[in-house]
């Protein structure tokens, strides 16, 4: 069964700094997702990977792949408040269809 | 492009009533995901429906809960007999292609079950 762990689960950290969230999953797998969720709301898409080495960037966030590693990673730069959120990574096995979430991050950027 | 819709956004229920949860998928969309969430917790799969087919119900719990996707409207998630652990958020996704490829699940904005 593919599991997906992140780290860490809760990040409190000051507006204009940096810090990264890891996801690791457990089966090999040639795509990950990155969703966005605001309390009380749906689960907004960031970033789709889809192959090893796979880097994407949106604003202060960037994302990366490494499937040796099985490891995904979210990079925040220089944090600001609108950034407050849960971060959720998502994994497809190879030979699958759905999608397998992690626990989600929850980042609060304090002031 | 009205996006993937869910209704009732809130609903409550007492212990024992029954729960039906509506998804009309995006535009174009054949593929139908359900997903639930608890309380302070990540998104648990619980089925994959294509029309009037089931693809992965291996999410589902083996009572009480149903889920359809007819020809025609749409996509039902039924819950019967509920029980106060049943209390989450459960969202639909949709895709236009088996699987999800490339291609990113758009969720809706999700209906919340309370259950008194």
């Known amino acids: 069964e593919l599991k997906v762990e992140q780290n860490p689960l809760f990040l409190s950290m000051q507006e204009g700094k940096n810090y990264t969230i890891y996801c690791n999953y457990s089966?090999?797998?040639?795509?990950l997702y990155w969703y966005r969720q605001d309390p009380g709301k749906s689960l907004e898409s960031l970033f789709v990977?889809?192959?090893?080495?796979a880097v994407k960037q949106e604003g202060r966030l960037m994302a990366s792949l490494d499937t040796k590693a099985r490891l995904s990673t979210l990079h925040i730069t220089a944090a600001v408040h609108d950034l407050s959120a849960t971060y959720f990574c998502?994994?497809?096995?190879?030979?699958?269809?759905?999608?397998?979430f992690g626990e989600g991050t929850q980042l609060t950027v304090n002031p | 492009n009205a996006g993937v819709m869910q209704n009732p956004r809130h609903l409550v229920r007492r212990r024992g009533q029954e729960a039906r949860l509506r998804c009309s998928p995006m535009?174009?969309?054949?593929?139908v995901y359900w997903y639930r969430q608890l309380p302070e917790e990540g998104l648990k799969f619980m089925v994959y429906?294509?029309?009037?087919?089931?693809?992965?119900e291996s999410g589902m719990p083996k009572e009480r809960f149903s889920a359809e996707f007819p020809k025609e409207g749409p996509s039902i998630l039924r819950i019967q007999q509920v029980v106060r652990g049943d209390s989450a958020a459960y969202f639909c996704?949709?895709?236009?292609?088996?699987?999800?490829?490339?291609?990113?699940?758009?969720f809706g904005a999700g209906s919340r079950l309370t259950v008194l």
């Open positions: 998502a994994v497809v096995e190879t030979s699958g269809s759905r999608l397998t």
């Open positions: 996704a949709s895709s236009p292609l088996q699987g999800t490829g490339a291609n990113v699940l758009t």
């Open positions: 535009k174009g969309h054949s593929h």
């Open positions: 990977l889809l192959s090893n080495g």
């Open positions: 429906l294509q029309k009037e087919n089931i693809i992965d």
């Open positions: 089966t090999t797998s040639d795509r």
